[in-house]
């Protein structure tokens, strides 16, 4: 017997399976998990280094070039890119979505110690090393403006604004 008959014949049968389905989408629409950034690992690990006084072209020549070197022997490198700007270098090295993110972090760390006597002694701080999180990232960024003087507008942020966003149920979520 085909749908369309069995429809015709037995309407009340064919209410109570379209009720029944009804109410257990709505208890499974209620009871879906919903996430804005789902728990992946994404195979990316950051090298941050502040040398503070030099230009972009010094920290290529003197920091990125030395740790992008080092860092190219890794095995498993999908791509390496590198950031320089006055003071700063970031170097970004892509792995295969295949490698353990834990142990190539491991593995940066130790050729970034590696790269340690190429680099600048004066160095203020020693190269940060760490895995990329997606769920570090803020959902929402506000800002504001305002005819106050920038001391001003800062305290009121401060003072005023942020903790009323600190109150909100959820927000450090």
């Known amino acids: 017997m085909n749908i369309a008959r ?12 379209v009720i029944l389905m009804m109410v257990m ?3 499974g629409f209620n009871r879906l998990g919903v996430d804005l950034f789902p728990p992946i690992d994404f195979p990316v690990v ?9 230009s972009p072209e010094e920290i290529e020549r003197l920091v990125t070039k030395p740790i992008e070197e080092q860092v190219s022997t890794i095995a498993g490198i999908k791509r390496i890119s590198s950031r320089n700007m006055d003071g700063v ?6 792995f295969d979505f295949d490698m ?5 972090e491991q593995k940066m760390r130790e050729k ?4 340690r006597n190429r ?3 004066d160095l203020e701080f020693e190269p940060v090393v760490q895995q990329f999180d997606f769920t570090d990232q803020p959902v929402l960024t506000l800002a504001f403006v305002s005819e106050l003087p920038p001391a001003e507008m800062y305290d009121v942020a401060k003072e005023q604004i942020k903790p009323l966003f600190e109150h909100v149920m959820g927000v450090g979520r």
């Not at 950051?46 to 006084?53: A, C, L, R």
């Not at 970034?112 to 790269?115: K, P, Q, S």
């Open 112 to 115: 970034v110690d590696a790269a």
């Open 25 to 27: 989408g709505v208890i």
């Open 100 to 104: 353990d993110i834990k142990y190539a």
């Open 89 to 94: 270098s970031i170097v970004i090295v892509e």
């Open 119 to 121: 680099l600048p002694e």
């Open 6 to 17: 069995l429809s015709i014949k037995r309407p009340i049968f064919i209410t109570c399976i």
């Open 46 to 54: 950051v090298v941050y280094t502040v040398y503070s006084g030099t």
